[in-house]
């Protein structure tokens, strides 16, 4: 499987990264190589075979939907970028 | 200054219940070995010498008043992976430099309540994505048995540390092999046990499917000491097990007679070092002399865990890192024009290269089209690579093998060929997928370099198989040596 510049372009862009542009083909280069030793796989059938979900079959384990955890918000917004009134700010999204 | 850094965690203990030596003591005496040696070394990234010496010295009030654990006064280290109130936790990465932790780790908090003393937060790959501690944000670190290579990782900081002696033990996660393989290349015990054994709440998470926490120290006993504050049960980790939790250094002096040892063929192929498989065909020599029988066997599809992993794990480290938006916590780039620009530049400037290699080889994998050639594809395969190792399992108690196909390589060797680096984790990696639980024990050198002797058990058998490392270090004093300038 080999990427070109114009992939590892758009898979930047919906995995939310910059990419220096001089960077890309370093990436593409190397995300191909990946992709290349996962190809490996398809050596396998695997029809049929169910997907491991748990290593032990465990089902996810559900609790009463009731609140459990105080309000820190004064403690977690202290290592935010920017807040003001309690509220995380980031730039303008509507005009 | 009084020296105890040649005494293990469980020789410290004693030292303290008895009143040998006070907690202020030891922890300065550990304190001015890091002043000492880490600036070459790299092994810490944050130190806490204040809070270090309040803890030791509420601990020397505690061991006074009697009644005081095992672990009370021992100075241990965490890697900075795991969140510790109100000092800084990086997880090895930029994006997190600024990062105040406004809260405890469960296995921090288990460690505080059983009276441990947090010496400082140790170095590790970014995101603990790595084999050699190269992707820190706050460099390399280096091998104390030979300088110019590396420690291993991703726990390549508390790998090195312990090696050193600037700490009794520490803390280390493993996703593909982040405990045991730093453990083999730096001559100490590591132990990853069954996945969900250790809760996960408060450790930064790289991929949720595979990591687990577990001790790494210089001796079965001192991992067993560990492990017995570490693991349980913790309502606010969705996959940790509700399981009784027995006394792991109880069963530490159980005979190995009869003991049947499988030996994987795949992991002894041509991949292997030749110095490598000396040792470790010596320390099965000795297993044998000890009454185990040796049996072949094979993983046919063991083959296939790297492929595999670098599915899984990109998969759900895309998932997990897609959390550090520069919004909330963590670094966030200058100016931002829009709220695009913010996220992509926050993440692009605050992540390294192998994170955002692996960020996009998840991403792609798991975008539209795609899914089931690869994430659907990797989950069967794991259900083939845990059914060897159940098949394997009706005929053998435990699997042994190396932990790594070579020793410590050179700083620099594998950082551009991100697949060579991969490799490196080629016989751990399928412990991971499969949530076994497997220990690196020290077995000897090649090439003056350490070598780690892989013992891989079934679930939750964890007891089982510090009694098998324990019984080989009381006829071996591997896990006794310090390298030399450490001394």
Same mark, same amino acid.
């Given at each position: 499987?080999?990427?070109?510049?114009?992939?590892?372009?758009?898979?930047?862009?919906?995995?939310?990264?910059?990419?220096?542009?001089?960077?890309?083909?370093?990436?593409?280069?190397?995300?191909?190589?990946?992709?290349?030793?996962?190809?490996?796989?398809?050596?396998?059938?695997?029809?049929?075979?169910?997907?491991?979900?748990?290593?032990?079959?465990?089902?996810?384990? &559900?609790?009463?939907?009731?609140?459990?955890?105080?309000?820190?918000?004064?403690?977690?917004?202290?290592?935010?970028?920017?807040?003001?009134?309690? &509220?995380?700010?980031?730039?303008?999204?509507?005009? | 200054? @009084?020296?105890?850094?040649?005494?293990?965690?469980?020789?410290?203990?004693?030292?303290?219940?008895?009143?040998?030596?006070?907690?202020?003591?030891?922890?300065?005496?550990?304190?001015? @070995?890091?002043?000492?040696?880490?600036?070459?070394?790299?092994?810490?990234?944050?130190?806490?010498?204040?809070?270090?010496?309040?803890?030791?010295?509420?601990?020397?009030?505690?061991?006074?008043?009697?009644?005081?654990?095992?672990?009370?006064?021992?100075?241990?280290? %965490?890697?900075?992976?795991?969140?510790?109130?109100?000092?800084?936790?990086?997880?090895?990465?930029?994006?997190?430099?600024?990062?105040?932790?406004?809260?405890?780790?469960?296995?921090?908090?288990?460690?505080? *309540?059983?009276?441990?003393?947090?010496?400082? *937060?140790?170095?590790?790959?970014?995101?603990?994505?790595?084999?050699?501690?190269?992707?820190?944000?706050?460099?390399?670190?280096?091998?104390?048995?030979?300088?110019?290579?590396?420690?291993?990782?991703?726990?390549?900081?508390?790998?090195?540390?312990?090696?050193?002696?600037?700490?009794?033990?520490?803390?280390?996660?493993?996703?593909?092999?982040?405990?045991?393989?730093?453990?083999?290349?730096?001559?100490?015990?590591? =132990? *990853?046990?069954?996945?969900?054994?250790?809760?996960?709440?408060?450790?930064?998470?790289?991929?949720?499917?595979?990591?687990?926490?577990?001790?790494?120290?210089?001796?079965?006993?001192?991992?067993?000491?560990?492990?017995?504050?570490?693991?349980?049960?913790?309502?606010?980790?969705?996959?940790?097990?509700?399981?009784?939790?027995?006394?792991?250094?109880?069963?530490?002096?159980?005979?190995?007679?009869?003991?049947?040892?499988?030996?994987?063929?795949?992991?002894?192929?041509?991949?292997?070092?030749?110095?490598?498989?000396?040792?470790?065909?010596?320390?099965?020599?000795?297993? %044998?002399?000890?009454?185990?029988?040796?049996?072949?066997?094979?993983?046919?599809?063991?083959?296939?865990?790297?492929?595999?992993?670098?599915?899984?794990?990109?998969?759900?480290?895309?998932?997990?890192?897609?959390?550090?938006?520069?919004?909330?916590?963590?670094?966030?780039?200058?100016?931002?024009?829009?709220?695009?620009?913010?996220?992509?530049?926050?993440?692009?400037?605050?992540?390294?290269?192998?994170?955002?290699?692996?960020?996009?080889?998840?991403?792609?994998? =798991?975008?539209?089209?795609?899914?089931?050639?690869?994430?659907?594809?990797?989950?069967?395969?794991?259900?083939?690579?845990?059914?060897?190792?159940?098949?394997?399992?009706?005929?053998?108690?435990?699997?042994?093998?190396?932990?790594?196909?070579?020793?410590?390589?050179?700083?620099?060797?594998?950082?551009?060929?991100?697949?060579?680096?991969?490799?490196?984790?080629?016989?751990?990696?399928?412990?991971? =997928?499969?949530?076994?639980?497997?220990?690196?024990?020290?077995?000897?050198?090649?090439?003056?370099?350490?070598?780690?002797?892989?013992?891989?058990?079934?679930?939750?058998?964890?007891?089982?198989?510090?009694?098998?490392? %324990?019984?080989?270090?009381?006829?071996?004093?591997?896990?006794?040596?310090?390298?030399?300038?450490?001394?």
């Amino acid at each position: 499987m080999s990427l070109d510049t114009d992939d590892i372009k758009s898979i930047a862009q919906l995995a939310r990264l910059k990419i220096d542009e001089a960077d890309v083909p370093g990436y593409a280069t190397n995300l191909s190589n990946i992709l290349d030793l996962v190809e490996q796989m398809n050596s396998v059938d695997t029809e049929g075979v169910i997907p491991m979900s748990h290593p032990l079959d465990v089902v996810q384990r &559900l609790r009463e939907d009731e609140v459990t955890e105080t309000n820190q918000r004064d403690a977690f917004q202290k290592v935010a970028p920017a807040t003001q009134d309690g &509220l995380y700010l980031v730039p303008r999204v509507i005009e | 200054m @009084r020296h105890f850094h040649d005494k293990t965690l469980a020789e410290l203990s004693a030292l303290l219940q008895a009143g040998d030596v006070s907690s202020s003591e030891l922890t300065e005496s550990y304190l001015a @070995r890091i002043k000492q040696y880490d600036a070459t070394l790299n092994t810490f990234i944050t130190v806490v010498e204040d809070q270090a010496m309040q803890q030791a010295s509420e601990a020397d009030k505690a061991l006074k008043a009697g009644g005081a654990g095992v672990l009370t006064g021992v100075p241990i280290a %965490h890697k900075d992976i795991f969140c510790t109130q109100g000092i800084r936790t990086s997880c090895g990465s930029k994006m997190l430099d600024n990062f105040i932790s406004p809260y405890d780790a469960t296995v921090v908090k288990k460690f505080k *309540k059983a009276g441990a003393i947090t010496l400082g *937060k140790t170095n590790m790959d970014e995101f603990a994505m790595g084999s050699s501690n190269e992707t820190s944000y706050y460099g390399p670190v280096r091998n104390p048995w030979n300088t110019d290579t590396v420690p291993g990782g991703s726990s390549g900081g508390s790998a090195a540390a312990v090696a050193s002696r600037l700490t009794p033990a520490a803390t280390g996660t493993d996703t593909g092999g982040s405990i045991r393989q730093p453990a083999a290349l730096c001559g100490i015990t590591g =132990l *990853k046990p069954t996945y969900g054994l250790v809760s996960r709440y408060g450790m930064i998470a790289f991929a949720s499917s595979l990591d687990q926490a577990g001790p790494m120290a210089q001796s079965a006993e001192d991992c067993a000491l560990m492990l017995n504050t570490m693991a349980g049960f913790d309502e606010k980790d969705s996959t940790s097990l509700e399981k009784t939790i027995p006394d792991y250094t109880a069963g530490l002096k159980n005979s190995i007679e009869g003991l049947r040892i499988g030996l994987p063929r795949e992991y002894f192929d041509e991949g292997l070092n030749d110095g490598v498989r000396g040792v470790i065909q010596a320390a099965l020599d000795t297993y %044998h002399d000890m009454g185990a029988e040796l049996v072949d066997i094979t993983l046919p599809n063991s083959g296939l865990s790297v492929p595999v992993y670098y599915v899984v794990a990109p998969a759900e480290c895309s998932a997990n890192l897609s959390r550090f938006d520069g919004v909330r916590y963590g670094y966030r780039c200058e100016d931002p024009r829009d709220l695009f620009d913010l996220y992509t530049r926050s993440r692009g400037e605050g992540f390294g290269a192998e994170v955002k290699r692996r960020i996009m080889v998840g991403t792609y994998a =798991l975008s539209a089209g795609y899914y089931d050639a690869y994430y659907l594809k990797a989950q069967q395969l794991r259900h083939l690579i845990s059914d060897d190792f159940k098949a394997a399992f009706n005929s053998v108690d435990v699997i042994m093998g190396p932990a790594s196909p070579g020793p410590a390589f050179k700083l620099g060797e594998k950082a551009e060929d991100p697949i060579s680096m991969y490799l490196s984790d080629i016989y751990t990696i399928a412990v991971n =997928l499969a949530g076994l639980p497997g220990i690196s024990v020290p077995a000897g050198f090649t090439d003056n370099k350490p070598v780690g002797l892989q013992i891989i058990g079934n679930y939750f058998e964890e007891s089982r198989l510090l009694n098998v490392a %324990h019984t080989y270090q009381q006829h071996t004093d591997w896990h006794r040596q310090i390298p030399d300038g450490y001394k």
